[in-house]
């Protein structure tokens, strides 16, 4: 269900990027409240005046329809927190907004973090000393995005006037403690940890450790990350109480790769009470739960009862679609062999369950040795290899067309070994179970979960004894068929069937491919879209290797062909990086404050307005601006380099296009030095003479 959930926070973000062009309610004139999609927004204050060189506490609350939230600083697996821009007359100014202590919001496959019902934001007013008594206006524009099923952006102007009194007497007294909405929100604001508490976080390759120490901790309920991609928002977090303390144990996000610095979170007790920490991370082990302690979720069990979680989740690990096909093609051999001896299928069954266990111990050995040499890796980890993930992505994609009828590689065609794994003998079932574990660590099934994080924080022999259950579980349903031939009389009989099945199978594959892409991009950070386009581009190269191999079946040249294409499906995602490392270091972020500040430095700017979606953009960047000769001429001139990304609605952007005259992309623009010369636009089709001769006009 994870696509599904990564396109729900794709729905989320889009329509977040909507904001600039929602029309506010309100004018700016009153505090509210003002009625919107699903909620009234309303600015509230402690009272309606300020000493000179004093503050007072002030409010937005936020009224939400039944069913309906708005989210936390941190919004979770998907949302934006809400948002407040000032306008203030000289000598007034306000803080950020302050984000009460959230609650979890599961949706689905996700977990966000916000606010149902209603919610007050608190915040502070101040005024300077020389701030001029009298009336003061200030307004505030607000946006925010309420969620229920779907999401909906919002935005409000709301405003009030405040009385600003000359400095307050030395012998008045000091303001009371505030009531109200504001008083309630205050107090439900997240306090530092208490005198004599503390918190040591630790990490193992699966998991962030957080362990606090307190004389009076309450009991402690859910944690809250500050900041985003650490912890898996809508897994479970399992903790241990034991005297003076409590431990959480928190699954590592996919995207962490590398275990951050310090973890900054919330710790939410069962009465509403928030601790906000912040602690170094550390990878040394973290320190024995007292014996007599208690857990939720199964922490303490002895070693048994996490073999046979090992075990389970081994066998359910066979109903993952990354696992399945091959199960399928492997029971479907089964039953064309129906007719050999009994010893024969037993000995296929062995060879297959030793081609598993075998690849599960290398796989362990290996993570060990990593480990052992400093390297902080979780089960899985081979998906942190960008080449690892894109020959994986590329072999499952070729196998899923063989299926779909592109072309025929045989039913016993399931390793990458090709040849190894084709044979009908003992060899061809070791290698479909080494195939069985590649494409099953990405899976972690039901009930391994905890089982593969307390593998991997035992000795090196426990860890083994763990994943050797694994393996055995994986290994058991074929393994069954095969020790009891009689048991193969319960599949139906091949037929027809079986192509339409297999056909429908290649679906599973496509499906793991599409998530090995989503991988794939993750991998890069923020270049991750263009590297996923890259390996789709190598999909398609492997695509027409599927047509040589179905166009010379069975001969040399569609082999040859076949792995020529293969492997430049597989170098292209993996090539160009360094390339795109120095046109992103060539190009500095566009801003309006940058042009001005590189015409005070007496230099020129020239200005590429482009968008990911805009396909001209891309040509007129290879083809002209990245050139050799462009470049150079860049460089002899001191030009400054800027990228409008307009890929996303931004106004600014807007409105520098439109200010020459333009209002899409591509626009290209130099602005010559000193700024007082008119801008020179260029054509929207360049070449490298285009380019040159502009810059040698403009830079006379």
């Known amino acids: 269900?994870?696509?599904?959930?990564?396109?729900?926070?794709?729905?989320?973000?889009?329509?977040?990027?909507?904001?600039?062009?929602?029309?506010?309610?309100?004018?700016?004139?009153?505090?509210?409240?003002?009625?919107?999609?699903?909620?009234?927004?309303?600015?509230?204050?402690?009272?309606?005046?300020?000493?000179?060189?004093?503050?007072?506490?002030?409010?937005?609350?936020?009224?939400?329809?039944?069913g309906w939230h708005v989210y936390w600083l941190n919004a979770g697996d998907s949302g934006e927190p809400p948002h407040a821009k000032w306008t203030m007359p000289a000598g007034i100014a306000a803080t950020d907004l302050k984000f009460p202590v959230p609650q979890r919001l599961p949706l689905g496959p996700l977990m966000d973090f916000?606010?149902?019902?209603?919610?007050?934001?608190?915040?502070?007013?101040?005024?300077?000393?020389?701030?001029?008594?009298?009336?003061?206006?200030?307004?505030?524009?607000?946006?925010?995005?309420?969620?229920?099923?779907?999401?909906?952006?919002?935005?409000?102007?709301?405003?009030?006037?405040?009385?600003?009194?000359?400095?307050?007497?030395?012998?008045?007294?000091?303001?009371?403690?505030?009531?109200?909405?504001?008083?309630?929100?205050?107090?439900?604001?997240?306090?530092p940890l208490p005198d004599g508490a503390k918190v040591a976080v630790n990490a193992t390759p699966t998991e962030l450790l957080v362990t606090l120490r307190s004389p009076d901790k309450g009991e402690v309920w859910e944690f809250y990350p500050f900041d985003q991609e650490q912890i898996k928002n809508a897994a479970t977090q399992r903790l241990e109480s034991f005297p003076g303390g409590v431990r959480i144990h928190l699954a590592k996000a996919e995207e962490l790769t590398k275990n951050p610095a310090e973890l900054h979170g919330l710790i939410k007790l069962d009465d509403g009470w928030g601790y906000e920490f912040r602690a170094p991370v550390s990878t040394a082990a973290a320190a024995a739960v007292p014996a007599g302690s208690t857990a939720n979720?199964?922490?303490?069990?002895?070693?048994?009862?996490?073999?046979?979680?090992?075990?389970?989740?081994?066998?359910?690990?066979?109903?993952?679609?990354?696992?399945?096909?091959?199960?399928?093609?492997?029971?479907?051999?089964?039953?064309?062999?129906?007719?050999?001896?009994?010893?024969?299928?037993?000995?296929?069954?062995?060879?297959?369950?030793?081609?598993?266990?075998?690849?599960?111990?290398?796989?362990?050995?290996?993570?060990?040795?990593?480990?052992?040499?400093?390297?902080?890796?979780?089960?899985?980890?081979?998906?942190?290899?960008?080449?690892?993930?894109?020959?994986l992505a590329a072999f499952l994609f070729l196998f899923g067309l063989s299926l779909a009828g592109m072309f025929d590689i045989g039913l016993s065609l399931t390793s990458v070994g090709g040849g190894l794994a084709a044979k009908q003998g003992y060899t061809g079932s070791f290698f479909t179970g080494v195939l069985a574990t590649i494409v099953a660590t990405p899976c972690t099934a039901p009930l391994m979960g905890a089982a593969i994080g307390f593998a991997l924080a035992q000795p090196a022999w426990v860890t083994f004894a763990?994943?050797?259950?694994?393996?055995?579980?994986?290994?058991?349903?074929?393994?069954?068929?095969?020790?009891?031939?009689?048991?193969?009389?319960?599949?139906?009989?091949?037929?027809?069937?079986?192509?339409?099945?297999?056909?429908?199978?290649?679906?599973f594959l496509f499906g793991t491919v599409v998530w090995l892409v989503w991988v794939f991009g993750r991998l890069f950070g923020e270049d991750g879209v263009d590297?996923?386009?890259?390996?789709?581009?190598?999909?398609?190269?492997?695509?027409?290797?599927?047509?040589?191999?179905?166009?010379?079946?069975?001969?040399w040249l569609g082999v040859a062909i076949a792995v020529l294409?293969?492997?430049?499906?597989?170098?292209?995602?993996?090539?160009?990086?360094?390339?795109?490392?120095?046109?992103?270091?060539?190009?500095?972020?566009?801003?309006?404050?940058?042009?001005?500040?590189?015409?005070?430095?007496?230099?020129?700017?020239?200005?590429?307005?482009?968008?990911?979606?805009?396909?001209?953009?891309?040509?007129?960047?290879?083809?002209?601006?990245?050139?050799?000769?462009?470049?150079?001429?860049?460089?002899?001139?001191?030009?400054?380099?800027?990228?409008?990304?307009?890929?996303?609605?931004?106004?600014?952007?807007?409105?520098?296009?439109?200010?020459?005259?333009?209002?899409?992309?591509?626009?290209?623009?130099?602005?010559?030095a000193g700024g007082a010369a008119k801008p020179d636009v260029l054509p929207e089709l360049l070449s490298k003479s285009i380019v040159i001769d502009a810059l040698d006009k403009d830079l006379k």
């Open 114 to 191: 916000g606010y149902e019902e209603g919610v007050t934001f608190p915040f502070t007013l101040k005024a300077t000393e020389k701030a001029k008594p009298g009336k003061a206006h200030i307004e505030a524009k607000v946006d925010w995005l309420v969620c229920a099923q779907v999401c909906l952006p919002g935005k409000a102007v709301l405003g009030m006037d405040l009385d600003v009194l000359p400095a307050k007497p030395a012998e008045e007294k000091s303001d009371e403690a505030p009531v109200g909405a504001i008083g309630s929100a205050l107090k439900s604001l997240p306090t």
């Open 565 to 672: 294409l293969i492997i430049g499906g597989v170098a292209i995602p993996l090539t160009g990086q360094k390339a795109a490392e120095e046109e992103k270091a060539r190009w500095a972020p566009w801003s309006d404050a940058a042009v001005q500040q590189a015409h005070t430095e007496g230099k020129a700017v020239f200005v590429d307005y482009t968008a990911a979606w805009c396909l001209s953009c891309q040509v007129n960047e290879r083809v002209a601006l990245n050139s050799d000769e462009v470049q150079a001429r860049f460089k002899k001139g001191n030009v400054v380099l800027m990228k409008a990304d307009w890929t996303k609605y931004d106004p600014a952007i807007t409105e520098a296009l439109h200010a020459v005259g333009r209002s899409g992309v591509p626009t290209y623009v130099i602005y010559p």
């Open 531 to 555: 590297r996923a386009v890259r390996l789709l581009a190598g999909l398609l190269l492997i695509a027409v290797a599927g047509w040589a191999m179905r166009r010379w079946q069975g001969k």
């Open 466 to 507: 763990i994943f050797t259950a694994v393996a055995l579980g994986l290994a058991l349903p074929y393994m069954l068929l095969s020790l009891q031939p009689a048991w193969t009389r319960i599949l139906p009989r091949p037929g027809a069937w079986m192509e339409t099945l297999k056909e429908f199978t290649s679906l």
């Open 1 to 66: 269900m994870k696509w599904l959930g990564r396109l729900l926070a794709l729905w989320a973000v889009v329509c977040a990027s909507g904001y600039a062009q929602i029309e506010p309610v309100g004018d700016g004139k009153t505090p509210g409240p003002l009625k919107a999609q699903h909620l009234t927004v309303e600015l509230v204050t402690q009272h309606p005046y300020v000493y000179a060189g004093g503050e007072f506490n002030a409010g937005l609350i936020f009224t939400l329809e039944e």
């Open 297 to 391: 979720g199964g922490a303490g069990a002895e070693i048994w009862g996490f073999l046979g979680l090992a075990f389970l989740g081994g066998i359910v690990l066979n109903l993952m679609p990354c696992v399945f096909p091959v199960l399928f093609l492997k029971a479907l051999a089964l039953v064309q062999s129906a007719g050999e001896e009994r010893k024969r299928q037993r000995s296929h069954g062995v060879a297959y369950t030793a081609g598993i266990v075998v690849s599960f111990w290398a796989i362990v050995a290996l993570l060990l040795l990593l480990r052992a040499g400093g390297s902080q890796l979780g089960w899985g980890f081979q998906l942190q290899s960008p080449g690892f993930v894109a020959l």
